[in-house]
């Protein structure tokens, strides 16, 4: 419940997962934050550990766009 408001009151508007902690075990995820970049078939092609700027994010889409 304070994640779901915590993501309101910062105007959040994207899909987020929260675990329990056994997806993050599974996925071997050490730091928060950890995004993950998916597939259009749900396969992990790259993650980003730590807090990621607008503009690292833009680099890194264009980067898996081939772009």
Same mark, same amino acid.
Not at 1 to 15: D, F, K, L, T, W
Not at 55 to 65: F, H, M, T
């Given at each position: %419940? &304070? +994640?779901?408001?915590?993501?309101?009151? $910062?105007?959040?508007?994207?899909?987020v997962y929260? =675990?329990? /902690?056994?997806? $993050?075990a599974a996925a071997k995820?050490? *730091? $928060?934050? *950890? *995004?993950?970049?998916? +597939?259009?078939? /749900?396969?992990?092609?790259? &993650?980003?550990?730590?807090?990621? *700027? +607008?503009? %690292?994010?833009? =680099?890194?889409? /264009?980067?898996?766009?081939?772009?």
């Open positions: %419940e &304070r +994640a779901r408001v915590s993501m309101e009151e $910062m105007g959040v508007n994207y899909p929260l =675990d329990d /902690g056994d997806q $993050m995820v050490a *730091t $928060m934050p *950890t *995004t993950f970049f998916l +597939a259009a078939d /749900g396969s992990v092609v790259a &993650r980003e550990s730590g807090e990621v *700027t +607008a503009g %690292e994010l833009a =680099d890194l889409l /264009g980067q898996l766009a081939g772009g």
